[in-house]
T-cell receptor, first 118, second 115 residues
Framework: AQKVTQAQTEISVVEKEDVTLDCVYE???????LFWYKQPPSGELVFLIR??????QNEISGRYSWNFQKSTSSFNFTITASQVVDSAVYFC???????????????FGSGTQLTVLP | DTEVTQTPKHLVMGMTNKKSLKCEQH?????MYWYKQKAKKPPELMFV???????INESVPSRFSPECPNSSLLNLHLHALQPEDSALYLC??????????????FGPGTRLTVL
């Protein structure tokens, strides 16, 4: 069965520190997609990135970077020079070919609450 | 800016009330989703509509009734709710729903309180 584990429940850092959020997944599929979402206190889940299982290149977008390692089934997310506005809950999610009915489902991790202190 | 809108933002209702949550997307997507999220938990899938047909119903009690009038609109009708139904209700949409590459885009949510 699919599973996503975010072992860090809460992380606190001081502004300008770098922080890495861990995500470990389990799937029997060879083709799957991984996602990161950000949920600020306002509640909306904001899509950050999608990565497919065949693309192990790391990705950087501004202060955000993602490290995908199939060998360890991990898809970690690093924020460089964190800012107070980065404070949010971050969810890692998995979509694979095992689906219920005719629509794909996301398997979410339990989320990591990141607090960036000024 | 999100292209998935939800109304109302907040809703307080009694256990005997009937109310509806509304969701609209302007991205031309053909799949729409309802999620329920309790505090400090990930979203839990409730319903999926793909091409205006109910595709997934995750054993949700009948006091929640979804409706998809067209591919841009999704409603969730509420009746005889219980206090434990108080949660954040999130709507999402994706291109088709059946493709592995589909990315779900979420609305801002409706915070529901049942008294």
């Amino acid at each position: 069965a699919q599973k996503v584990t975010q072992a860090q429940t809460e992380i606190s850092v001081v502004e300008k520190e770098d922080v890495t959020l861990d995500c470990v997944y389990e799937t029997r599929d060879t083709t799957y997609y991984l996602f990161w979402y950000k949920q600020p206190p306002s509640g909306e889940l904001v899509f950050l990135i999608r990565r497919n299982s065949f693309d192990e290149q790391n990705e950087i977008s501004g202060r955000y970077s993602w490290n995908f390692q199939k060998s360890t089934s991990s898809f970690n997310f690093t924020i460089t020079a964190s800012q107070v506005v980065d404070s949010a809950v971050y969810f890692c999610a998995l979509s694979d070919s095992i689906s219920s009915g005719s629509a794909r489902q996301l398997t979410f991790g339990s989320g990591t609450q990141l607090t960036v202190l000024p | 800016d999100t292209e998935v809108t939800q109304t109302p933002k907040h809703l307080v209702m009694g256990m005997t009330n009937k109310k509806s949550l509304k969701c609209e997307q302007h991205m031309g997507h053909r799949a729409m989703y309802w999620y329920k999220q309790k505090a400090k938990k990930p979203p839990e899938l409730m319903f999926v509509y793909s091409y205006e047909k109910l595709s997934i119903n995750e054993s949700v009690p009948s006091r929640f009734s979804p409706e998809c009038p067209n591919s841009s609109l999704l409603n969730l009708h509420l009746h005889a709710l219980q206090p434990e139904d108080s949660a954040l209700y999130l709507c999402a949409s994706s291109q088709e729903g059946t493709r592995l590459t589909d990315t779900q885009y979420f609305g801002p949510g409706t915070r529901l309180t049942v008294l």
